[in-house]
């Protein structure tokens, strides 16, 4: 079984200032972890995707993540927001030796950017 | 190389009505999965094919059925509709294996009457 923890449904944050959209999760197999943006209207798009090749993994538009194994984390980070980053964001799992693609999703953190 | 495509993008039912909802993946694709996002209950996995065959299901009535083709595109059907399933339906398309990357369409956003 395999769950995700968005511990904020909101962030409010003023335009060049520093991002944390927090999240946990729970995998019974070695899991893939993703963060995906959802703008209004539209699909989701893949921001970065970690596969244990290193913890720190760097994505699309100055966003990285830090994987956590003891603190069964994975926090979205961005040094200085932009307008344009204001958004739903949904950090997701998807077990890596089930076989499976299917993906859990967290129930999502929305970014508001302030000028 | 495009990515994923899903027609049609809005859709208008009343209840009781079937609808039929496609997806075309990423060339080379052959996994497909969909998923269902409602600001209720966010989004939730529906099904998942990969080479014309169901490989995962998720918690969801009868009503709601799919099937891919020989060449990986998808169609998801949903009969005897109900206003609950006003939802955006998101298709995803991947190579294949357990934690691949999905990559998603557009959605198509259905409103049922």
């Known amino acids: 079984a395999q769950s995700v923890t968005q511990l904020d449904s909101h962030v409010s944050v003023s335009e060049g200032t520093p991002v944390l959209l927090r999240c946990n999760y729970s995998?019974?197999?070695?899991?893939?972890l993703f963060w995906y943006v959802q703008h209004p209207n539209k699909g989701l798009q893949l921001l970065l995707k970690y596969t244990s090749a290193a913890t720190l993994v760097k994505g699309i538009n100055g966003f990285e993540a830090e994987f956590k194994k003891s603190e069964t984390s994975f926090h979205l980070t961005k040094p200085s927001a932009h307008m344009s980053d204001a958004a739903e964001y949904f950090c997701v799992v998807s077990p890596v030796t089930s076989g499976y693609s299917t993906l859990t999703f967290g129930k999502g953190t929305m970014l508001l950017v302030s000028p | 190389k495009a990515g994923v495509t899903q027609t049609p993008r809005y859709l208008i039912k009343t209840r009781g009505q079937q609808v039929t909802l496609s997806c075309s993946p990423i060339?080379?694709?052959?996994?497909v999965s969909w998923y269902q996002q409602t600001p209720g209950q966010g989004l939730q996995f529906l099904f998942e094919y990969f080479s014309e065959t169901q490989r995962n299901k998720g918690n969801f009535p009868g009503r709601f059925s799919g099937r891919q083709f020989s060449n990986s595109r998808s169609e998801m059907n949903v009969s005897t509709l109900e206003l609950g399933d006003s939802a955006l339906y998101l298709c995803?398309?991947?190579?294949?294996?357990?934690?691949?990357?999905?990559?998603f369409g557009p959605g198509t956003r259905l409103t049922v009457l």
């Open positions: 995803a398309s991947s190579l294949g294996a357990g934690g691949d990357t999905q990559y």
């Open positions: 995998s019974s197999y070695s899991p893939s």
């Open positions: 060339s080379g694709h052959r996994s």
